[in-house]
Structures are given as structure tokens and as C-alpha cells.
């Protein structure tokens, strides 16, 4: 699906960093990588992918003069990296204060190569859409930090109307769920989350890679149909049964039939503002 606002504003005092952003954001068919892999795309072409309508500037004023300026013509950002250090003008933190003061829509993303600020500061003062990205980022974080952010945009019924600036009930939820992904793409162990019927919910890049099944084809599958027959293992009984579940070992069988074998590892985690109970499965390929 090619989301309707691509809109992405770059703020960083390194022009080298903004060729960089422009050359993966303007053609990303071109940076294919394996989280596009992993969502299957039919196509890898540009044109199917998407580029982005991206803009750049090297200091916060001129960003937030930019901000400005889509707003009044209607052609709103749907994004916007800052990096937090932009000397000598403005910081970043201040930059998006004075943007989201004018865009209250605007997913801002803040980059940043040190511990911080933190994400309760930034929370704190820029209170809607926001998430924090560390340095460096790669070609892929790139696009998927875009890609994620322009639908959270076109997600937001708010910016259809200009006087709609009240924050989700489910914002906090949805700044969790985005580091939540990060951390689990990020896992080099494949890694899989079911609930606790067993039906899977989501999987990481690595259990793709090992098991060859793309997220969508898993997505809604019972556990047990990766583990092979005569090899069965109901991972959610054993979980029950011992309260964890370590290096147990059994057999993968992969989309293409072929067996792998693995060591399984589980437990429960709870999600503390629902009380909603899931289970992380992780296999290991073992070396013995």
C-alpha cells in the first residue's frame, strides 16, 4: 500500500548525514534490505516500495520555518528527523517544542548518539507522536522508521481536521509497540510471539530467515505447526506446566520441509498496563 502523505522533513547540521537520508529515502526500492524481505513484498521495485518527498535543512529555525510553511499551504509533514545536537542555532529538543506547537500531527523522531535525553524527557515536553532513534542508523532502520511513521500519520484521523489536536487514548501504547519492534527486529536469535492459545502474533527477522515462512503466512498459526511430525512439542502445556520452558530440544520443519534442529526456550510476559499475558518463544540453533 503506498500511503498517501510521504511527506519527511530532515533536520541535522551534517550535510553528509542529509545526502545520506535523501539517497535511501528518495529511492528506497533501490536499498531492498531484509526487513522488506521479511514483509514480502510482491514486487522490489521503487515504485512499489515508494519513495519519499523529502526535504532537508541544516538548523532548527529553518525546520521549524519549513513547518510553518506546510502548514499554511496544507501540505503537512507527515515526519520529521531532528537531531537532538544542532549547533550553533537552536537544539533539537527546542526545534520540535516550536514544531509541535505548529503541527500537532507530525510524527518527530529524535537521533541521537548519546544516552540523552531520555524518552520520559522528550515525552514530557513534546507530549504527542514521538519516538527516539540512536546513532547510527543503518539504510533499513531508515526506511523502516519512515515507513512506520507515515502510517501512524495516516492512521491519526486528527489531521484530517486542523482543530483536532487531542492526543490518542492509545498513545503511550503506541510509542511502546514501536520500541517493542525495534527490539525484537534487532534479536539475532529467532524469536516468536504467540499468545498464550499459541496462536502466533508476531515473529522477528531471524525466525523468518530459519524458518522461511514470511510473518504473514505465519501470523494466526498455531506454534505447534513449525515443529515436525512425529516431533511434536506443545511449547504452551510445557509453559503451564514448569513456568519456563530452556534448551528444550526438538526438530523445525521449515516451509521448504527441511528439518532443523533447535533448542526451545519460552516464558510468559506480561504486559503490566492490561495485565494481557504473551509468550516469547526463542529457538536456538545448537552446536553440539
Given at each position: 500500500?503506498?500511503?498517501?502523505?510521504?511527506?519527511?522533513?530532515?533536520?541535522?547540521?551534517?550535510e553528509?548525514?542529509?545526502?545520506?537520508?535523501?539517497?535511501?529515502?528518495?529511492?528506497?526500492?533501490?536499498?531492498?534490505?531484509?526487513?522488506q524481505?521479511?514483509?514480502?513484498?510482491?514486487?522490489?521495485?521503487?515504485?512499489?516500495?515508494?519513495?519519499?518527498?523529502?526535504?532537508?535543512?541544516?538548523?532548527?529555525?529553518?525546520?521549524?520555518?519549513?513547518?510553518?510553511?506546510a502548514?499554511?499551504?496544507?501540505?503537512?509533514?507527515a515526519?520529521?528527523?531532528?537531531?537532538?545536537?544542532?549547533?550553533?542555532?537552536?537544539?533539537?529538543?527546542?526545534?520540535?517544542?516550536?514544531?509541535?506547537q505548529?503541527?500537532?500531527?507530525?510524527?518527530?523522531?529524535?537521533?541521537?548518539?548519546?544516552?540523552?535525553?531520555?524518552?520520559?524527557?522528550?515525552?514530557?515536553?513534546?507530549?504527542?507522536?514521538?519516538?527516539?532513534a540512536?546513532?547510527?542508523?543503518?539504510?533499513?532502520?531508515?526506511?523502516?522508521?519512515?515507513?512506520?511513521?507515515?502510517q501512524?500519520?495516516?492512521?491519526?484521523?486528527?489531521?484530517?481536521?486542523?482543530?483536532?489536536?487531542?492526543?490518542?487514548d492509545?498513545?503511550?501504547?503506541?510509542?511502546?509497540?514501536?520500541?517493542?519492534?525495534?527490539?525484537?527486529?534487532?534479536?539475532?536469535?529467532?524469536?516468536?510471539?504467540?499468545?498464550?492459545?499459541?496462536?502466533?502474533?508476531?515473529?522477528?527477522?531471524?525466525?523468518?530467515?530459519?524458518?522461511?515462512?514470511?510473518?504473514?503466512?505465519?501470523?494466526?498459526?498455531?506454534?505447534n505447526?513449525?515443529?515436525?511430525?512425529?516431533?511434536?512439542?506443545?511449547?504452551?502445556?510445557?509453559?503451564?506446566?514448569?513456568?519456563?520452558?530452556?534448551?528444550?530440544?526438538?526438530?523445525?520443519?521449515?516451509?521448504?520441509n527441511?528439518?532443523?534442529?533447535?533448542?526451545?526456550?519460552a516464558?510468559f510476559?506480561?504486559?503490566?498496563?492490561?495485565?494481557?499475558?504473551?509468550?516469547?518463544?526463542?529457538?536456538?540453533?545448537?552446536?553440539?
Amino acid at each position: 500500500m503506498t500511503l498517501a502523505n510521504r511527506r519527511i522533513l530532515i533536520i541535522d547540521d551534517d550535510e553528509q548525514i542529509l545526502d545520506v537520508y535523501c539517497e535511501v529515502l528518495k529511492k528506497p526500492g533501490e536499498s531492498k534490505n531484509k526487513l522488506q524481505q521479511f514483509a514480502e513484498l510482491e514486487t522490489t521495485s521503487s515504485e512499489t516500495i515508494g519513495s519519499f518527498d523529502v526535504d532537508t535543512v541544516l538548523q532548527g529555525e529553518e525546520g521549524v520555518a519549513c513547518v510553518q510553511r506546510a502548514v499554511e499551504t496544507e501540505k503537512p509533514y507527515a515526519v520529521a528527523f531532528i537531531d537532538v545536537n544542532l549547533p550553533p542555532g537552536i537544539n533539537g529538543l527546542e526545534t520540535a517544542r516550536e514544531i509541535r506547537q505548529i503541527d500537532k500531527n507530525i510524527f518527530i523522531i529524535m537521533v541521537t548518539a548519546y544516552k540523552n535525553p531520555n524518552l520520559d524527557d522528550l515525552m514530557a515536553a513534546l507530549k504527542d507522536y514521538i519516538v527516539l532513534a540512536r546513532k547510527p542508523l543503518s539504510n533499513e532502520e531508515i526506511i523502516n522508521l519512515a515507513e512506520k511513521a507515515c502510517q501512524s500519520w495516516e492512521n491519526n484521523p486528527s489531521h484530517i481536521t486542523t482543530n483536532a489536536v487531542k492526543k490518542p487514548d492509545n498513545h503511550n501504547d503506541l510509542v511502546k509497540r514501536w520500541y517493542i519492534d525495534e527490539v525484537i527486529d534487532s534479536i539475532n536469535e529467532p524469536l516468536i510471539i504467540c499468545a498464550t492459545n499459541g496462536e502466533i502474533i508476531e515473529i522477528n527477522p531471524a525466525a523468518h530467515i530459519l524458518s522461511k515462512y514470511s510473518q504473514k503466512e505465519l501470523l494466526g498459526q498455531n506454534i505447534n505447526v513449525l515443529f515436525s511430525e512425529g516431533n511434536s512439542f506443545d511449547v504452551i502445556d510445557e509453559l503451564m506446566l514448569k513456568g519456563n520452558v530452556r534448551g528444550v530440544r526438538r526438530t523445525l520443519l521449515t516451509k521448504e520441509n527441511n528439518i532443523v534442529p533447535i533448542d526451545v526456550s519460552a516464558l510468559f510476559f506480561t504486559q503490566e498496563e492490561h495485565g494481557e499475558r504473551t509468550v516469547v518463544v526463542v529457538f536456538q540453533q545448537p552446536t553440539d
